[in-house]
């Protein structure tokens, strides 16, 4: 039981260029989330699914595609990236029902020059 | 005013010492209350969950209080393997997905 994973761990981009994040959970939850963290910014919402084929905005969604096509996996798009996308992305997973608590994967460092 | 607020820190504490956090709410409608611990370069990891009559995991302990809207947490006998940042959540209903959103952090530093 792997829990959430995420690939790659890191990666550089140049100003433009295009990258997914892909976040993969095996305990069968149906939400997912993807937040970025910034220093003095804390935690914040991207994108979220609430399950199989849904997707919604978080708090800074501008910049970011997702997609959720396969109950397990959560995609994180960047279509033209911006040295401001610059930071560390993670991927967390909870299941709908109990309590609210999410699982968190191991981050991507993401820097874009 | 910040929908979830933490005092950045540093606490700088000696090896042994009792230290204690405060995370601020401002959604009275707020149903759940967690702890997470991240260390440097790390993921948030969930510490405790805090619970209306609060409660205790060995040197940890959480509390809750609705009237003023905050959740502490407080660590007794603190250990040099307890410096992280500790990052308070808070979920809260509405527009789907009950989210959770995070606090800044407070970051805990243990000394010799």
């Known amino acids: 039981n792997a829990g959430v994973t995420q690939t790659p761990k890191f990666r550089v981009l140049k100003t433009g260029q295009s990258m997914t994040l892909l976040c993969a959970q095996d305990m069968n939850h149906e939400y997912m989330y993807w937040y970025r963290q910034d220093p003095g910014m804390g935690l914040r919402l991207i994108h979220y699914s609430v399950g199989e084929g849904t997707t919604a905005k978080g708090e800074v969604p501008d910049g970011y595609n997702v997609s959720r096509l396969k109950k397990q996996n959560f995609l994180l798009g960047l279509e033209s990236a911006a040295p401001s996308q610059t930071s560390v992305y993670f991927c967390?997973?909870?299941?709908?029902?109990?309590?609210?608590?999410?699982?968190f994967g191991p981050g991507t460092r993401l820097t874009v020059t | 005013r910040k929908e979830v607020e933490q005092d950045p820190g540093p606490f700088n504490v000696p090896e042994g010492a009792t230290v204690a956090f405060n995370c601020t709410y401002s959604n009275s409608a707020s149903q759940s209350f967690f702890w997470y611990r991240q260390d440097c370069r790390k993921e948030p990891k969930l510490l405790m969950s805090?619970?209306?009559s609060g409660n205790e995991d060995g040197r940890f302990t959480a509390q809750l209080n609705r009237a003023s809207q905050y959740i502490s947490l407080l660590i007794r006998d603190s250990k040099l393997s307890d410096s992280a940042t500790y990052l308070c959540?808070?979920?809260?209903?509405?527009?789907?997905?009950?989210?959770?959103?995070f606090g800044t952090g407070t970051q805990l530093k243990v000394e010799l």
């Open positions: 959540a808070v979920n809260s209903r509405g527009g789907g997905g009950n989210k959770l959103t």
């Open positions: 805090v619970y209306s």
């Open positions: 967390a997973s909870r299941p709908p029902r109990g309590s609210y608590e999410q699982y």
